[in-house]
């Protein structure tokens, strides 16, 4: 694995050649892929040339890493990221996060889009990730990566509340009040039904999804200050007959949203302190 990681990591390396190798990623959920455009002087490094990498199949997911300028900062971007319900082992879904360590990225920000399980939320919303609860198998299973990390990580606090609190000054900047909650994801490829939706609510979820935990999860393993935001795509919290949720619909909102989340993004990356 160690020896796969390394070979990957050079492929980039020289691809991106003199550039500065960044310090920020970000990972682009769902129909939020847009985020890219806004990538100044962008290297595109498509999936299909980068060794041990797999092919996103899931709609609404490109397939390329772009290294670029956001907010004044160098950042690498994965537009499009891998599904546990793509047929993909974990150890697969995060590879790309294991490079990205071993490109020397310290800051990751997540993204995608969330079906709503709180009742106060509303479709396009954007949910700052203060937690999450991981229904979905743990990629750390099996042998411990000890150059990476521990083999029990902490997980109490995962996700950067001084991140959060920097969105949370730029998002009323912008004239936009953000939801912040717990993030429950699950295998899918299945969209929950209405008494599974019930048990995320009752087990203190907010949003539902089949993503992004796996990447965070080896990101904390990593040791990777982490940032994470839900588009609120589908209102999954109305139990009324006619609600139905539909994969295009999804990825439709996201891309309605894409546009104010990129925003933010830059604008918190902008605002990010410059650390060692
Ligand atoms: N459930 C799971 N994943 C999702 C949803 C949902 O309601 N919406 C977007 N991704």
């Known amino acids: 694995m160690i020896r796969k990681i390394d070979e990957t990591a050079e492929y980039?390396?020289?691809?991106?050649?003199?550039?500065?190798?960044?310090?920020?990623?970000?990972?682009?959920?769902?129909?939020l892929g847009l985020v890219a455009d806004r990538i100044k002087n962008p290297l595109t490094i498509p999936y299909a040339g980068i060794p041990?990498?797999?092919?996103?199949?899931?709609?609404?997911?490109?397939g390329?890493?772009?290294?670029?300028?956001?907010?004044?900062?160098?950042?690498?971007a994965m537009q499009g990221r891998f599904h546990y319900y793509e047929g993909y082992t974990m150890q697969q879904v995060t590879f790309p996060v294991r490079v990205m360590a071993r490109l020397g990225v310290k800051t990751l920000f997540v993204s995608n889009a969330a079906g709503a399980v709180n009742p106060t939320y509303r479709v396009g919303d954007m949910m700052v990730i203060t937690d999450h609860i991981n229904l979905l198998p743990n990629p750390l299973i099996g042998p411990n990566m000890?150059?990476?990390?521990?083999?029990?990580?902490?997980?109490?606090?995962?996700?950067?509340?001084?991140i959060r609190q920097i969105a949370i000054e730029q998002a009323g900047l912008m004239g936009e009040t953000l939801q912040q909650g717990v993030y429950v994801a699950g295998t899918g490829p299945t969209y929950e039904t209405r008494a599974e939706y019930r048990y995320y609510a009752a087990i203190g979820g907010d949003a539902a999804g089949m993503s992004t935990i796996p990447e965070v999860i080896v990101a904390r393993h990593c040791g990777m200050e982490i940032f994470g935001m839900s588009i609120i795509t589908n209102q999954s919290n109305d139990l009324s007959e006619t609600c139905l949720n539909d994969g295009d619909d999804v990825v439709r909102q996201a891309n309605l949203a894409a546009e104010k989340m990129s925003t933010l993004f830059e604008r918190i990356i902008a605002n990010l302190p410059v650390t060692a």
């Open 12 to 31: 980039i390396r020289q691809c991106v050649g003199g550039r500065v190798m960044p310090r920020i990623a970000v990972v682009l959920g769902s129909g």
């Open 64 to 76: 390329n890493l772009i290294v670029g300028s956001l907010g004044g900062k160098d950042v690498l």
């Open 146 to 162: 000890d150059e990476f990390g521990p083999r029990f990580p902490d997980m109490t606090t995962v996700y950067s509340t001084r």
């Open 52 to 62: 041990n990498f797999v092919r996103p199949t899931a709609i609404g997911h490109k």
